[in-house]
């Protein structure tokens, strides 16, 4: 392998003793013996495993309840047990609908009744597993029978209905028909909703993940025609898991909500479609023409309707309990096994999943199987591995919400950390995660080494980035080789862990030459992923060494490697971001106001078109922002002091050493308030929560952001206050660590 | 009408004596009287006249030599005559090919023959006009009888051959495929042959102007799926006009080239196709999936190619010299008729031509029939007013170039400024020319109500600005309602006038609320035109009286209403973006040595894809600007001593004004050179030229800025002391009216 070069930011300096690199958290001797063990480890990691490992759990359908998804349950708890863990199934008993009727036509002069179905695919035998298979459709939508007008609403986000209504569009009453993407699927019935629509229809458009991107299933990896996404549209923005059981596992004995009481199911009835089947719609939709941004890639005219001819959707659904079979194997530390790092990655599927999940499930068995290997031959980590395999993460993560929910007393106290994977494939490293993690991770990508040019997958992720860059990020970027970790919102197993408990969490993938485009369809198989994902799983076998070195480092380092001066700087770029957003809010609602006194808006439309701009939003005004500046100043000096100090801590006692870890990885916990964020007091970090409307991205100080971008001005200056204490208590954890160290030194 | 405040910047201090408003370069008392002629001017323009002139002038095709295209000059030479001026026919006889083979076909496996046919439309009866039509065709393309397989090559720029190369795909031999759009038609098969390719396939793609952009005709306005755009391929950024006799008259005397030794005849067969005719071609490309911005609106998957099977393209053109009729209608100054104002627009279409060109001609010849009422009214203009309708512009300007280049001595003797319209619709004011008539034409504006509104059409014009600008720019804007000038490139009959000739020009009309789409196809046609362009001519009306103010205070000025501190402004700009241009390149070239040495390019891209991007530029040196930048500084020290004496300037006696007249309009002349433009000497002014790889688009500061784009940096550096000594030369004009001023006052 090619040395490459230490980034050179501050902990470096901290944390290099010599030219010899030695692992971050390591003393020397225990560093050199980690990168043996780690060549052990890497040797044992087989794509051959992989490989048939996902043929077996990727034979059939293998949902929520499906035979195949307890098969693939009991299928990992003997192996996980052969290889040495202690295993076990972690049920639950969830709330799981699957449909039992599902219509969708147009009336009027050109009737159209939608085929809602997925033709299989000949050469391709998983296609063809039709009575297993999950029809189309929206977990959690409501039951209901409509018929209405149709409206085209873009992607179905707020803004979306904003630009309709310049335009004199109401969808009161309507049915809605949007485009995937641009947010969490979940998000455009929930507006639709909130502007009174009935119904709601979301369908593939090609420009997305169909011919546009490339050829589609089978010539080539995109969506075919006749190809749609299912996918959950419950409130997850509000609480993930089971929604009959907020806040607890959803055990036997555990008290549920009745159905009628609960908040995060659809209101309105609810259904993904095919571009094939959303032609006639479109076609039938009168009214004006989209604004360009809103086109697709289908062969019409897109207009925003109302249609003429009325469209009727009925959809009713078995509201079952169903049994969750989570998998939990244990490898306890022989030095501190109160301490856990838990690594997951969930099992079940919309339909065979592939790539989603099982791509990213393979690398976790190959990780474990290989740590198995190691204790066999002598290796034992200090602290305590947890690996889990997730069921129900597709309708509402709910096995690793019921687990996370059941145990957070003890995870609370235990887990030093979460780290997380779903899809794989082939291209470059993608991570997101606590950023005390990131100069700790980067070092990890320094020490993998990318399958297909050689280089470690940071050098290639580096190359990616800085290739794409324009002329003033590539200056700034040359020289400095540090990838930034993105910062988690929602969309897999880590949110109980991160945002409802305070442990600090990564999320973990490869991709960007890997070609998908049959997200949650029946071609999501092990035929498609072995042409299209990661034919060889040699990116499989990347993301074992990845996130097994995280693991395995996180396990047994001899202090843990958080950094906070990556946090510090984030969290003061994350405050700018929030001041200059609410500054420029100021310019642009007093510029508004401005042009709107001189007509400006009216002068500048079409006389012949409706279209009214409005500039009715009220003038944002100043915000305290002093507490949060006061206390990052604090952060900032804390850091500096304990960057100074954590050099020796490696040398300390182990007791001193075990204190201090304790501060360390329950730092975290301090980021998290016990009211959460407003209207959805479930998500309770401070600094990382999926966007209210966005679902899947991310809101960064989500109280303070989301409260400026809604007007909340009230919410957004308690949210102010409320970032500053706790950053106020995550200080009184570093200082602390600064006084241990000072006294140990 | 609303009273509009002046846009409050630097001339309007010099310009405005009082609160009430004086029109730059008039006494207070001949202001008056010329805003009260104005107002009779207006009520003269009626919008019946300009809807029975297009019915006629539109009633059958009329391209050059149809017999419609020489009655529509003889209709227009008696009317010219009837309104009082000495009208006449200016007769030439030009290169002007017409087809008489056309095949285009696909061979293989499943072979296609291309229609090449644009259907008639039921209820619309110019559509139906089948044997007076010119086929689809590129005029001036070779005669070729080619068989190649098929490229891709997007918009066909010299960009887009960089990106199939780093894909490792070359044209040579091949017959390239592009979509109509990007760059002028003519620059694809110029580029195309430079690389090798051996023919060239031209397509509207309905993301472009079908039905992506709205419904298509007759439903909506855009191109329906068998209209093609006929159109020019002759290389007139060499030099547009008769191809046979370059800078000359084509007289029945001129001495005229051989066919053969023209070097701005394309060099292969090139044709233009529907996107019905397309499909299919685009469907047989093979090889790589285009870049994402390559894309087009068709229902495919576009692919790079080749195409396996291939591509037989057949063409012949009858080479006849045709007859051009220009009409040329003077009507003779009382004080100054050795000074010319000119006023054009063209005649000629591809086939029955509504919007293009006969709504801006219409608009003339409103102006030019008021004017003819004022004058039997008493009006009387101080200068000469030449109203020109011109033949043959759609193939290659050929009745403006021919008639300046024949009176190209008198031209340069005695005209004051030419005013350029071509298409009009409803909508906004659009305005590009030379920027020493910024200040008068912002003046214009102010004084024209916009039909729709009520408010003056710069208002409207800065209302639309203002609101499609960013947040930066719309701080900048508020308050600062000067509407800038764009530059001349290339499009319309103004190139003779003021790219050969240096004489101040402007290109006028109203658009952006209009719909089109239908381009040089036969669907540009009074039906179309009268539901889709400008419904009631009301726009119509509009230019006409902002055109004929411009002509009439131009032809009545006291003194002529150049500025030059807008021009020095405009010029100072320009030189800052080519510096910036060089150092951006020097950057971004350094910046790609800087990654390529690190190998960063290679491991950025897909090792399972043909990609390979270069480093090969080599570092841009560093240019001596000096010369221009003394120039600047003395030109800038020019325009604000002249405008602090030009207020006083309409006070002075006759004979000084007249001095001063012809020092004004001759100093535009100053900044041409006699030896024009590198390897295009026709092209003669040195701030404004259209692109030599851009076609319509233009390049300000041409040799400098395409020297540095295109890498020859000693044509850089001479064109920067070319400008030098242009502008040393425009400023002895300056200083002599200076001095003129001076000693007067």
Known sequence: MKKWLLFSCSYALAFTASAQKTLIGFTASNSEKQVEWEKTFDAQIQAEDLDAWMKFLTAHPHHVGSPQ???????????????????????????????????????????????????????????????????TYNAFSADGDVTAPLVFVNRGVPDDYDELAKRGIDVKGKIVIAKYGGSWRGIKPKVAYEHGAIGCIIYSDPADDGYVQGDVYPKGAF???????????????????????????????????????????????????????????????????????????????????????????????????????????????????????????????????????????????AEAKALGELYKKGYRPKRTIVYCAWDGEEPALLGSTEWAEDHQAELQQKAVAYINSDGNGRGFIGASGSHTLEPFFNQVLDDVVDPQTGVSVKERRYAKDIVAANRDARQKMFGNKTIKLGALGAGSDYSPFIQHLGIASMNLGFGGEDEAGVYHSIYDNYTHYTRFGDPGFQYGVALAKTAGRVTLRLANADVLPFDFSAFYKTVADYTAEVKKLLDDKRTDVQLKKDLAEKKLFVLASDPQKKYTETANDSLPPYLNFSPLDNSLLQLKENTVAFAALYGNATQLPAETQKTLNDLLFKAERSLTTTKGLPRRPWYRHTIYAPGFYTGYGVKTLPQIREGIEQGAYGEAQDGIDTVAKALEAYNAYLTKAILLLRKSS
């Open 223 to 365: 969506r075919p025609k006749d190809g749609a996404q299912r996918g959950s549209v419950m409130d997850m923005p509000v609480y993930p898991g089971d929604p009959l059981t907020p806040g607890v596992g959803s055990t036997p004995t555990a008290k549920r909500l009745d159905r009628s009481e609960v908040k995060t199911i659809m209101k309105i009835p609810v259904l993904p479609i095919s571009y094939e089947d959303a032609l006639p719609l479109l076609q039938s939709l009168e009214g004006d023409v989209v604004p360009a941004a809103w086109r697709g890639g289908l062969p019409l005219t897109y207009h925003l309707g109302p249609s003429k001819a009325p469209v009727h959707l009925k959809l009713q659904f078995n509201w079952d309990l169903k049994p969750l079979y989570n998998v939990v194997a244990k490898l306890p530390g022989t030095e501190m096994p109160n301490e856990w790092v838990i690594r997951g990655n969930h099992h079940d599927a919309w339909v065979n999943g592939a790539e989603d999940p099982v791509s990213g499930l393979v690398a976790e068995m």
């Open 69 to 135: 998804g307890k098969a693939n349950a009991t299928y990992m708890v003997n192996l996980f047990q052969q290889w040495g863990y202690q295993a076990e199934l972690a049920t639950y008993s969830v709330l799981f609908p699957t449909p039992k009727t599902r219509v969708l036509e147009l009336l009027g002069d050109k009737p159209y009744k939608a085929k809602l179905e997925e033709p299989a695919i000949p050469g391709d035998p998983y296609t063809a597993q039709k009575s297993e298979q999950l029809p």
